[in-house]
């Protein structure tokens, strides 16, 4: 196979690992605001938590976008 | 025609400092643009805090909500013992949040996309971490790597990836600000480069149908300025969170 076409091949699979991310991400939202609807007074102090875990969640899926442009744009 | 996204993101050499072996050393545009954010963070802390009115004005109500919003951080997550390190936090947080929204505007250059700043910065705080930890608590810093009420049969593995999890904390520390910066702004100059491309290969109805990505690229633009704002705090919090480690260690 062409070298620049694999390349470019292997930058698409590697962002199906952002969509693992997605989904957990989607899932930390989704229930702090299932939790914050049943306690709106406990809400706000977990506020820290939920970007926490949203952060440790994204940064999974940000190093599959990292793996696909490095090989979009880095030449090897 | 081609889209070049990556173009903002050189490094340009402006004068030249000094020599170091065979390396010449260069005042960059970076550089340049690090000047200009400790500028702005120190102006807008200096104007804030010279009038100290009763009923603050604009500048001094800026500074205090960003005090009192890194304070807030800081007690819930470290307690008040962290407030120790609420110089550290604070210029964290007031660097990366400027630098981010200085470099949101179109034809600036965005510090934290690139990994070397946001690493340095990352290893910063994770040596930080780690010699305070040493110093304040002694060997028993190294606690944080045991957890309590473990099955000794699996405990050698919960170690083992303690450990692991503790090094790796300066790698996704620093690359979830680089890759979050570098990704957005890719993106803003992709879409933006879209609306180009059909006009030109495509003429008038080009220029009508480029209409949709311009949209976007607002709206691109306008969660690149919540993600700049974002990230920061990240950054901040799990600086927090880090050094809650070091401060009150054991789980």
């Known amino acids: ?14 962002c199906i690992g952002m969509g693992g991310a997605g989904v957990g991400v989607g899932v930390i939202f989704g229930n702090y605001l299932a939790a914050a ?22 940064a999974l899926g940000i190093f599959s976008l990292l793996i696909a442009l490095l090989l979009l744009f880095v030449s090897l | 025609m081609s889209i070049d996204p990556i173009h903002q993101f050189n490094i340009e050499n402006l ?3 000094g ?3 065979d390396h010449a050393i260069y005042f960059t545009n970076s550089s340049a643009y690090m000047f200009l954010t400790v500028a702005i963070v120190s102006l807008l802390m200096i ?12 500048f001094q ?13 800081i007690r819930s997550t470290a307690g008040a013992e962290g407030m120790k390190f609420f110089p550290l936090i604070f210029s964290l947080f007031m660097f990366i949040c400027v630098s981010n929204l200085v470099g949101i505007i179109p034809y600036t250059f965005t510090l934290s996309s690139h990994l070397i700043i946001t690493a340095a910065l990352a290893l910063l705080v994770f040596f930080t971490v780690l010699i305070y930890g040493v110093y304040k608590n002694g060997l028993k810093f190294f606690k944080l790597f045991v957890p309590s009420g473990v099955p000794i049969y699996i405990l050698p593995l919960v170690v083992f990836i303690e450990v692991f999890s503790f090094f790796l ?8 600000l680089f890759a979050n910066m570098l990704a957005g702004h890719i993106a803003l100059k992709v879409f933006a480069g879209f609306v180009a491309l059909l006009g030109v290969s495509l003429g008038a109805i ?6 949709a990505p311009l949209a976007l690229t607002v709206a691109i633009y306008a969660l690149e300025i919540l993600v700049a704002f974002l990230q920061a705090y990240v950054f901040a919090i799990l600086t927090c969170i880090y050094l809650n480690d070091a401060l009150h260690p054991g789980h």
């Open chain 1, 1 to 14: 196979m062409d070298p620049a076409a694999a390349k470019l091949i292997g930058a698409g699979i590697a």
């Open chain 2, 61 to 73: 109500s800026m500074a205090e909500i960003s005090y009192e919003f890194v304070t807030s951080t």
């Open chain 1, 37 to 58: 609807v049943r306690n709106p007074s406990a809400a706000q102090g977990q506020f820290g938590n939920l970007i926490f875990g949203f952060a440790v969640t994204e």
């Open chain 2, 206 to 211: 080009g220029w009508i149908g480029g209409v």
């Open chain 2, 15 to 17: 004068f030249k400092i």
């Open chain 2, 47 to 58: 104007a804030g805090s010279a009038k100290r009115q009763l009923v603050p004005g604009r």
């Open chain 2, 169 to 176: 904390r300066p790698v996704s520390h620093s690359v979830r």
């Open chain 2, 19 to 21: 020599q170091f072996g």
